[in-house]
């Protein structure tokens, strides 16, 4: 599925774009904009990824996650490869519109980490030191669901 | 408050970047990595921003959020200005470690939005159509708590 060249206007002045009700979303020089992924049962944040204005504007006519990865340079719809699809219920725009956020339910095993596990961010820093040679990151207890190396292979996700 | 050049080492392999326990964050060509901050009660997500090597380590070190300020080219206390400090009783790292989630505490108001919202996500974007002229964003009811030229009159927040 592909769209036309998105309707993604530039807003008019900073009022409009902060307390408008303007879609003006503020792509980075690479064409991209920081999308975050929460599940829309538990607000849990699940990953964090780009859009371009395609995958942006897939994902409203759709209702289904779209990205853009930086490493294989393409448009990508999450679940593509791996099941793990996102259904999109709810998306919302940051105060300058230069990020998204998105309430998903997740197919599949409910991984929407490409290591397998339900949430990307399933580790965590200690707090109340500086960091050293001692600093040791915290696993959250968020076990993979299924075998990355079964599901994609040698490539990239 | 500073620190030290602070101790990020770069992990030895993709594996140790994400499976091991030495933090290893990969900030980008600008030397930041993207932070989320969600509310540590509910966890909703707050804001987005960005963090560079010294904002990190001293989030680690002092437990309250700092941030790299894009526009301003400096090291930001968050709430040094307007008194919406974060306190940050968790901090995690992503999968490929170039991304960073705190669930915080917000002081103030609760405002985290230099609009004087609780969140920067206060407004929806529809689903069900490509972007188009007649796309609206609609709010989601998340009222400003206090009036944003009065406590940072003319300057960026």
Redesign the interface.
């Known amino acids: 599925m592909s ?2 060249t ?3 206007p530039v807003a008019a002045s900073h009022h409009a774009l ?6 003006a979303p503020r792509f980075d020089a690479n064409g991209l904009i ?1 999308c ?1 992924a ?1 599940d829309a049962a ?4 699940l ?2 990824a780009h859009m371009n204005a395609e995958a ?2 897939l994902t ?2 759709t ?1 289904e996650a779209h990205y853009y990865s930086r490493s294989r340079k393409a448009l990508w719809k999450k679940g593509e490869t791996s099941g793990h699809t996102q259904k ?8 300058d519109q230069d ?3 998105i309430k998903v339910t997740m197919g599949g095993t409910g991984a929407a ?3 397998g ?1 339900r949430s ?14 001692d ?6 207890g968020d076990a993979p669901r299924f075998d990355p190396k079964a599901v994609y292979g040698g490539h990239d996700h």
Do not use: K, W
């Open positions: 769209t036309q998105p309707f993604f902060e307390e408008g009700t303007e879609l920081t975050i929460v538990t607000n849990d944040v990953m964090l942006l504007a409203m006519q209702g999109v219920s709810e998306i919302r725009i940051d105060c990020a998204v956020l980490c490409h290591t596990r990307c961010f399933y580790r965590t820093i200690p707090i109340g030191a500086a960091p050293s040679a600093t040791a990151l915290g696993f959250t």
